[in-house]
C-alpha cells in the first residue's frame, strides 16, 4: 500500500510530509521529495536534514503530500 503512493507521489514530482520511524524505534517527521524507488527502500531530499537520505518503505508510518501553500514556505 505505501510503496504505491510513494511511487504516486514521485511520478507527480510532490513534495511529502513523513512520519518515519528508525531502527532504534524513535519517530521523526520529514518533509521530503523522492528521487528513486527501489524494492524495499527509497532515495529522497530530506528538507529537515538538507541531504539526499535512504528511507525503509516499511518503517514509514504515513505521508500526506504538501499543498502549494505549504511549499511556498520551505
Do not use: G, W
Given at each position: 500500500m505505501m510503496k504505491e503512493q510513494l511511487i504516486k507521489a514521485m511520478q507527480?514530482?510532490?513534495f511529502l510530509n513523513m512520519m518515519y520511524m528508525a531502527k532504534d524505534g524513535t519517530m521523526s517527521q520529514r518533509r521530503i521529495k523522492i528521487i528513486k524507488i527501489v524494492?524495499?527502500?527509497f532515495q529522497a531530499?530530506?528538507?529537515k536534514r538538507q541531504?539526499?537520505?535512504t528511507f525503509m518503505i516499511d518503517r514509514?508510518?504515513?505521508v500526506v503530500?504538501?499543498?502549494s501553500?505549504?511549499?511556498?514556505v520551505v
Open positions: 507527480r514530482n510532490q524494492t524495499n527502500s531530499y530530506c528538507f541531504a539526499k537520505r514509514v508510518l504515513a503530500p504538501v499543498s501553500k505549504e511549499r511556498e
